[in-house]
């Protein structure tokens, strides 16, 4: 495994190899991350994964400050799952030359999340873009957990022409049915306990309606949640996948977004 700080050492190295797959992420990896990762090594013998916690995608400092981080822990998993190249760069090395493509941002972005965190998929969609032009792979793997984010890059990269495919990855999840995610590192015991019982009562509801026992009704929906622990909701939608509308009958992922502890939990199932 080979680690690269600068684009244009990264570049130099990977020069006429063809078939890469890019993996980017935020760091603190866990095991959807390693999914991921491990999906890309077993499709091509070019695999590299990017680690940069972006500050364009956060809406306050004390959010991107306090995003776990863990370097060494990090490395040693990427090493072990033997990835061909890492990418950490600093913010200059990013930001600081100029890009080919305009960023489209569809009108997807105004929806869900993006109600909730003001610029927050213009940052996304601006890194996930530079990091395109600069490594130029075949294919970029992404988590349906993000499931907005992946509909906004894909949208972007069309509009664009970029030559890159988006494959979408399913979600992993622990024994609870809870996603792995990078901030539930920051739980305390009881909220982990208190996550457990909402996502229960979500995973219920949904049954509930597609088997035409509940209608779905937000203000009810989020005073269970509100209930079991979690501080405030953001959003709770029933949102058919193909479509994009909201569909509260029979095909639909419930797509939610709350707040527990100190963290801002996002899911979809
Ligand atoms: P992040 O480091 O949170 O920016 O995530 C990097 C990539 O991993 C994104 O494409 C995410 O959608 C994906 N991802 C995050 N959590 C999970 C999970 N539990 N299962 C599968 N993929 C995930």
Do not use: W
């Amino acid at each position: 495994m080979k680690l690269f700080t600068n684009k244009k050492k990264l570049q130099n190295e990977i020069k006429g190899k063809k078939n890469i797959i890019f993996v980017p992420t935020m760091g603190s990896l866990h095991k959807g991350h390693e999914s991921l990762i491990k999906k890309s090594i077993k499709k091509s013998n070019v695999t590299i994964v990017s680690i940069f916690v972006n500050p364009k995608q956060f809406n306050s400092k004390k959010d991107f400050n306090s995003y776990p981080r863990n370097h060494n822990k990090d490395l040693k998993l990427l090493s072990k799952l033997k990835v061909n190249y890492v990418y950490k760069p600093n913010y200059n090395d990013i930001f600081n030359f100029k890009t080919n493509n305009k960023i489209f941002l569809d009108k997807f972005s105004k929806r869900l999340c993006g109600k909730h965190r003001k610029g927050h998929f213009k940052g996304v969609v601006e890194v996930v873009n530079r990091m395109l032009e600069i490594i130029k792979p075949k294919h970029i793997l992404l988590g349906n957990k993000d499931f907005q984010q992946l509909v906004l890059i894909k949208r972007h990269i069309r509009k664009n022409k970029i030559q890159t495919k988006v494959i979408s990855c399913k979600t992993i999840r622990d024994k609870n049915f809870i996603a792995y995610s990078s901030r539930l590192k920051k739980l305390k015991k009881l909220e982990k306990k208190n996550l457990i019982r909402i996502i229960k009562v979500l995973k219920k509801y949904k049954k509930d309606i597609q088997s035409g026992n509940s209608v779905f009704n937000f203000t009810n929906i989020k005073k269970k949640v509100l209930h079991f622990g979690a501080k405030r909701v953001d959003y709770i939608e029933p949102i058919n996948l193909k479509n994009l509308k909201t569909e509260k009958r029979n095909k639909f992922n419930l797509f939610f977004a709350f707040h527990i502890g100190n963290i801002r939990f996002i899911d979809n199932f």
